[in-house]
């Protein structure tokens, strides 16, 4: 096995789920802004998309954080008509963006970028008992 190898492909998959979890919390930061117009849309949710690089050096498939594309779902309405967003209508646009839907995500995000680090801890390991045992 490949020592340097794993950790690059860990470190790369620790890169994108960093990315992730960046574009998630801009998500969660958003979730409740408006319009700063009146009938304006608000902020929209961002969806992080992966991408497959084959590195050369390597010999492998690494990850890496892809486009981050714009949910085209429609945004919630909400009848507020004394709010300065409010539409001729009385409407306000709020994000199309669901809290639940994004700490689930974050959770999975984390979980990913857990499982890459201790890729890379234990190939740390595994260096550190290989030269224990050629300085034996």
Do not use: C, W
């Given at each position: 096995?490949?020592?340097?190898?794993?950790?690059?492909i860990?470190?790369?998959?620790l890169?994108?789920?960093?990315?992730?979890?960046?574009?998630?919390?801009?998500?969660i930061?958003?979730?409740?802004?408006?319009?700063?117009?009146?009938?304006?849309?608000?902020?929209r949710?961002?969806?992080?998309?992966?991408?497959?690089?084959f590195?050369?050096?390597?010999?492998?498939?690494t990850?890496?954080?892809?486009?981050?594309?714009l949910?085209?779902?429609?945004?919630?309405?909400?009848y507020?008509?004394?709010?300065?967003a409010?539409?001729?209508?009385?409407?306000?646009?709020?994000?199309?963006v669901d809290?639940?839907v994004?700490?689930?995500?974050?959770?999975?995000?984390?979980?990913?970028?857990e499982a890459?680090?201790?890729?890379?801890?234990?190939?740390?390991?595994?260096?550190m008992q290989?030269?224990g045992?050629?300085k034996a």
């Open positions: 096995m490949d020592f340097d190898r794993a950790s690059k860990a470190v790369s998959g890169s994108a789920q960093a990315g992730r979890m960046r574009v998630v919390a801009e998500n930061a958003n979730a409740e802004s408006t319009a700063r117009t009146a009938g304006g849309d608000p902020y949710r961002k969806v992080p998309t992966f991408a497959s690089h590195d050369k050096q390597l010999g492998a498939n990850l890496q954080l892809g486009k981050v594309e949910d085209k779902t429609d945004f919630i309405q909400k507020e008509p004394g709010h300065p409010a539409d001729a209508n009385g409407y306000v646009k709020y994000p199309n809290p639940l994004e700490t689930v995500d974050m959770r999975e995000a984390q979980r990913s970028y890459n680090l201790n890729v890379v801890t234990a190939t740390r390991r595994m260096i290989t030269l045992i050629l």
